[in-house]
């Protein structure tokens, strides 16, 4: 059975209209390979290795063994095969070189037949390949078991997949339907996603019409090309890039809509045919004078800052434009927070409003908001009861906040997240809370913080809040009953589905997976519980149980 990164059904989101999904046994087949995948990437293990995050890859590819050292047509020395997968016109690759994009597969396959999708799963540094004919697939196989195959440099490995065929969001994906509009999904999105960023990272590829950036589920964007042939070079050229040097990486199949409708040319949307278009208030009648005009003088005629800076991609990048008509160096705006852009002046402070008054405390912001960047310092204002003030490490750890967690529910309340006026906390005015704790807690130094090296960033997958918990370093010897009993004590609603992955035999600590019966209480669990310290008889050093939101919607 096929899968499909469930998130990409959700490219209607803008219009307002229900998100369509793949059936629920696809779904749920992706959400336990994507965690496997979740969890290696938390506990730091190889990238070749285990599981296939959203790659529509069953169990069984995962576990067959390849030809080369680990690799390979998996047969055992006896002759006979170790794993009986049937051939299919659909191919699983591995060891992939992080730069690789789908133009590089396409260039170096293709000679083994015509191809007709692939998926990629940067992350992972593996994709599936589909061939026209299960003939041609049977060749890319047994080349590859008998001599080295390269893809963009780097040798490759094959087998075949347990799938029949790679599940398309729609028929669109078709390259005769004649669809010239790609639905971009943005994975570890640590810097801000605007139309700016993806006209600049698009347009050089083919012209570009128009650009719509929507964030129901995360961070997704139709952009609709001039040509059929234009999003087919951008698909190519760009899938498996990143944006970013090891962040905001591409995800790209073709969208439903043939054509994109844009009201407002803003951070969000904007139509290149029209650039003057604004906003008409309807039905309003004639609308009150303002006084000192449209905006203070010091803003930009568009309201929308000065032009962004532009550089050239760095060389560890995966944009990288293979066959594809394009120049060889193409310029990208710098990484800019929302704020910069809608003419406010940019601050690591976080302002948040909303706090249930005797069930938050600075502990408990730090546990839900270091899962957007590290925190510095967090405090209550006495001033205004139920506010807090929380700096961040910069403001692109704000600005991820502010998409993730402004509106959502902790403890019955509804949060307001906003950029602070202020540029940093100072501890002033410390008072104490309801609960006996401090009004103001420093948390520069600890080690709870996720941001703090280049190798915690490449593993934080920045997510926002769903029922399903990722729980990870937690002792071997906890089971769901020790996790259900901590839930219990701690007053905070239980999980109704549990899952634990296979830890390795040397493994020291295990994860898995917690489903909840909404949102809601999977955000109070991560609050309360987040960093919780387990000990164990006989144990030196207790164990910090990690908590993080999940890619899965459910188990």
Known sequence: MSTADGADQREEGEYGRAAKRLKTEERETEAEEREEGEEELEEGEDSDSGSLPGSGESKADNRARWSGNEYGAGRRDNGEDSHRISPSPVVHVRGLCEAVVEADLIDALEKFGPICYVMMMPFKRQALVEFSAVESADRCVSCGAKEPV???????????????RITRPTHADNPNSGNKVLLLSIQNPLYPITTDVLYTVCNPIGSVLRIVIFKRNGIQAMVEFESVQCAQKAKAALNGADIYAGC???????????????????????????????????????QRQAILGEHPSSYSENGNGSPCPLLPLPGNSRYKLTSVDAPDMVSYPLPQSSSSYSGHAPSS???????????????????????????????????????????????????????????????????????SKQHAVIPSQVFELEDGSSSYKDFAMTRNNRFSSAGQVSKNIIQPPSAVLHY??????????????????????????FKMFDAKPSSKTISGLLEFDSKTEAVEVLTVLNHYQIRIPNGSNPYTLKLCFSTSSHL
């Not at 390269?150 to 029949?164: L, R």
């Not at 043939?258 to 604004?278: A, F, G, H, M, Q």
């Open 150 to 164: 390269y893809i963009a440099g780097q040798q490759a490995y094959f087998n075949y997949s347990t799938s029949k």
């Open 349 to 419: 402070v976080a302002m948040v409003s909303g706090l249930h008054p005797s069930k938050m405390n600075c502990t408990r912001i730090f546990n839900l908001f270091c899962l957007y960047g590290n925190i510095e310092k967090v405090k209550f204002m006495k001033s205004v009861p139920g506010t807090a003030l929380v700096e961040m490490g910069d403001e692109y750890a704000v600005d991820r906040a502010i998409t993730h967690l402004n509106s959502i529910k902790v403890f019955g309340k509804r949060l307001n997240v906003c950029v």
């Open 472 to 497: 990870y370093n937690v002792p071997p010897c906890i089971s769901q009953d020790h996790l259900l009993r901590l839930c219990t004590e701690h007053d905070v609603p239980g999980f109704v589905k």
């Open 248 to 286: 905001c990486t591409l995800k790209i199949e073709y969208a439903r809509p043939t054509r994109l409708n844009v009201i407002k040319n803003d951070n969000e949307s904007w139509d290149y045919t029209k650039p003057y278009l604004v906003r008409r208030d309807r039905g309003k009648g004639r």
